[in-house]
């Protein structure tokens, strides 16, 4: 099934460390979003941006839709143990319904 | 807590049989879609149905069928089971059906084949 190319696969970095995670596609995405994935749990949204050059905060979280459409990323800044899990961007079409075409997930570690 | 709910948590059965997974969305919304996520293809897209009628399908397989009642849950059905289909299946629900509208997930079922 069609992808995005989310990158890095995986990070293991130390607490109050700043985090950078992105995806980029070979479509124009309409709608971006970002979700984290607790083990157990589905995904939960972040963050949702819905027009090119649009950077939304939610909270220690800054997420950007790319001037090209095709890409998006997702900062964590001064990062805390909770903020363990698998990150998912997923990208969406206006008129294809509103499924979402997930990128492959980044598995953030964090040592306290 | 998502607001959207899934039965059952978890579901173990054997190859060839059939089972029906459960969806109630968030109140107030409309839009139902199903997602199976595996480890090696990731979260797929299978269908959406909004206000009781199919919206958009995706790779889903011929054995697995799906529908919303007029209450607004949803149900996805497999048959003739086989290993393959132990997977994690979710359902999303939002408020409309088209592409700008934020899903919320519910915390899916495990389906596990033997």
């Known amino acids: 099934g069609q992808q995005l190319n989310q990158s890095p696969q995986s990070m293991f970095i130390q607490e109050g460390e700043d985090v950078s995670m992105n995806c980029t596609s070979s479509?124009?995405?309409?709608?971006w979003l970002w979700y984290k994935q607790d083990p157990g749990e589905g995904p939960v949204l972040l963050i949702a941006?819905?027009?090119?050059?649009e950077l939304t905060s939610n909270g220690r979280l800054t997420a950007q839709f790319g001037i090209t459409r095709k890409d998006s990323f997702l900062n964590i800044s001064a990062s805390i143990p909770s903020d363990v899990g698998i990150y998912f961007c997923?990208?969406?079409?206006?008129?294809?319904?509103?499924?979402?075409?997930f990128g492959q997930g980044t598995e953030l570690s964090v040592k306290p | 807590d998502s607001g959207v709910t899934q039965t059952p948590k978890h579901l173990i059965t054997a190859t060839g049989q059939r089972v029906t997974l459960r969806c109630s969305p968030r109140s107030g919304d409309l839009s139902v879609y199903w997602y199976q996520q595996s480890l090696d293809q990731g979260l797929q897209f299978l269908i959406q149905?909004?206000?009781?009628?199919?919206?958009a399908k995706g790779n889903i397989l011929e054995r697995f069928s799906a529908q919303q009642f007029p209450d607004l849950h949803s149900e996805l059905n497999l048959s003739s089971l086989e290993l393959g289909d132990s997977a994690l299946y979710f359902c999303?629900?939002?408020?409309?059906?088209?592409?700008?509208?934020?899903?919320?997930f519910g915390d899916g079922t495990r389906l596990s084949i033997l």
């Open positions: 149905y909004y206000n009781g009628e199919e919206r």
């Open positions: 479509s124009i995405f309409n709608t």
């Open positions: 941006l819905y027009k090119a050059g």
């Open positions: 999303a629900s939002s408020r409309m059906g088209g592409g700008n509208q934020p899903q919320h």
């Open positions: 997923a990208g969406q079409f206006y008129n294809q319904g509103g499924k979402l075409i």
